[in-house]
Structures are given as structure tokens and as C-alpha cells.
């Protein structure tokens, strides 16, 4: 038993590696989605200025493409902004199929372990150790988790609509939901206490 858990320390190790990495490219991109979404804002408001005719109406309607020009300065910003955000997006997929990797070496050490391992010893925790049932359940969990979540980023930017602001905001609010962290609080806690655990 304590064969298998000392090679699994390295593996849950680089698990948490993989998701401090995703936090730090979430924390990054933030300051993104917030830019995307002032100008989206600043877009929609200059639109709807045009079609009230309300800059013909006040001193720069003598100016006949500054909307136009405004427009084409807007959406360009944005399409600067979308670019970064795919790059973020190919990190966050290399991060859940390097998550997969590590569930499927945590999979094959615990195979190649099991005979010696009773179901008693499978389920017994201790305060400096959960229970191997528990590490490998999390596992699942973490990528089931982290994968939807990119499927959620990935849907919500293919859906993007520069002309529908509500889109941008569904996608400024989906990509920095942290449901992950806090549904998984609890297991990166104790797997946490498994990696300062001393085999």
C-alpha cells in the first residue's frame, strides 16, 4: 500500500502543478474579458447613438465617418482581445489532456498494486493521508470538472456576437466562474496533506 501511495505522490503533485497553472492564466485573462466588455459597452452605445442620429444632431455630425471610423477602431481592439483569449484557450486544453495523462499513470499504478491491496486498506484514511479511493476519486472528478469547464470557455467564445452584447457578458461571466475550486475545495485540501506527507 504504501509503495502505491508513494508513487502516486508525484503524479497528485503534478495534478495541483497543472491547476495552478489554470488559475494563473484565469487570473490573467480577467483583465481581457474586462476590456472586451467595456468595449462592447462602448460599441453598443455608439451604435445606438447612430441610430437615433444623435451625432448628426450635435457638433461632430459635420464629421459624416466618424462613426464608422469609431466602429472600426472598436471592433478591431476586440478582435485583439478575442486572439489572446484563443491562445488562453489552447492553454487551458493542453492543461486537461495533461490532467488526463496523470489520471490514466494514477490508473495504472493503482493496477499494478491492486492485488496487494485489501479493500479495508483501500478505504482507511489517516490524518496525514486520505483514503486511496478518495485520491483516485478526486481525480475523476478534477478532470470531468476542468474539461466541462473548458467546454463551457470554448462554446461561449465560439458563440461570441460583437452585435449581441449579451453574449459578451455570458462569456465574461462563464469564463471566470470558479466552480471548480470551490466544488473541489475540500479534495485539493487533503490531497494537499497527501503531498506534505512523508512516506
Known amino acids: 500500500m504504501d509503495r502505491c501511495l508513494k508513487e502516486l505522490q508525484p503524479i497528485f503533485g503534478?495534478?495541483?502543478?497543472?491547476l495552478v497553472l489554470w488559475e494563473a492564466?484565469?487570473?490573467?485573462?480577467?483583465?481581457?474579458?474586462?476590456?472586451?466588455?467595456n468595449l462592447a459597452d462602448q460599441l453598443h452605445a455608439a451604435r445606438a447613438c447612430d441610430s437615433k442620429q444623435l451625432w448628426q444632431k450635435s457638433s461632430l455630425g459635420q464629421f459624416q465617418d466618424l462613426i464608422i471610423r469609431l466602429n472600426y477602431k472598436?471592433?478591431?481592439?476586440m478582435e485583439v482581445l478575442i486572439k489572446s483569449l484563443k491562445v488562453d484557450l489552447m492553454t487551458y486544453y493542453d492543461i486537461t489532456n495533461s490532467i488526463a495523462r496523470?489520471?490514466?499513470s494514477a490508473s495504472n499504478v493503482y493496477k499494478k498494486h491492486?492485488?496487494?491491496?485489501?479493500?479495508?486498506?483501500?478505504?482507511?484514511?489517516?490524518?496525514?493521508?486520505?483514503?486511496l479511493v478518495d485520491?483516485?476519486?478526486?481525480?475523476?472528478?478534477?478532470?470531468?470538472?476542468?474539461y466541462n469547464w473548458y467546454i463551457t470557455k470554448k462554446q461561449?467564445?465560439?458563440?461570441?456576437?460583437?452585435e449581441d452584447i449579451g453574449t459578451v457578458n455570458t462569456m465574461e461571466k462563464l469564463w471566470n466562474e470558479n466552480v471548480c475550486t470551490r466544488y473541489l475545495k475540500d479534495a485539493r485540501e487533503?490531497?494537499?496533506v497527501f503531498l506534505a506527507n512523508t512516506l
Open 135 to 146: 485520491l483516485l476519486d478526486w481525480l475523476e472528478e478534477i478532470e470531468r470538472f476542468y
Open 25 to 37: 492564466k484565469q487570473n490573467n485573462g480577467r483583465k481581457y474579458l474586462q476590456s472586451l466588455s
Open 102 to 104: 496523470l489520471k490514466l
Open 74 to 77: 472598436q471592433v478591431q481592439a
Open 14 to 18: 503534478k495534478v495541483i502543478d497543472q
Open 156 to 162: 461561449s467564445l465560439h458563440n461570441l456576437n460583437y
Open 190 to 192: 487533503q490531497i494537499g
Open 114 to 131: 491492486a492485488e496487494g491491496i485489501s479493500l479495508q486498506a483501500a478505504v482507511t484514511k489517516t490524518s496525514t493521508c486520505p483514503a
